[in-house]
């Protein structure tokens, strides 16, 4: 059964910063894309970032220059450092692994003042 774990959300004041992490279970970690999302109050879900099996990033244009994905294989899991964050960057976050319909609880983010 696979299991993902979010964890590292709260509230956080603009310009702040946050590292979620994501820890994965059963399935092999490293032959697997993964992928942040996050879903804001009344929106779809939507593609924060996303790293391959090669350590190759892509981010949403939004997020380019302020967020970081990244992956440790030997511990079978995910991070994404959030810097510069913005009251827009309201959402709760899940982690997911890529062509596989898996999701984890998610964590709550919320930038105010």
């Known amino acids: 059964q696979v299991q993902l774990v979010e964890s590292g959300g709260g509230l956080v004041q603009p310009g702040g910063s946050l590292k979620l992490s994501c820890s994965v279970s059963?399935?092999?970690?490293?032959?697997?894309?993964m992928a942040w999302y996050r879903q804001a109050p009344g929106k779809q879900r939507e593609l924060v970032a996303s790293?391959?099996?090669?350590?190759?990033?892509t981010y949403a244009t939004s997020v380019e220059g302020r967020f970081t994905i990244s992956r440790d294989n030997a511990k079978s899991t995910a991070s994404l450092e959030m810097n510069s964050l913005k009251p827009e960057d309201t959402a709760v976050y899940y982690c997911?692994?890529?062509?596989?319909?898996?999701w984890g609880q998610g964590t709550q983010v919320t930038v105010s003042s």
């Open positions: 790293i391959l099996l090669n350590g190759y990033t």
């Open positions: 059963g399935l092999t970690f490293r032959l697997y894309n």
């Open positions: 997911n692994v890529q062509g596989r319909d898996d």
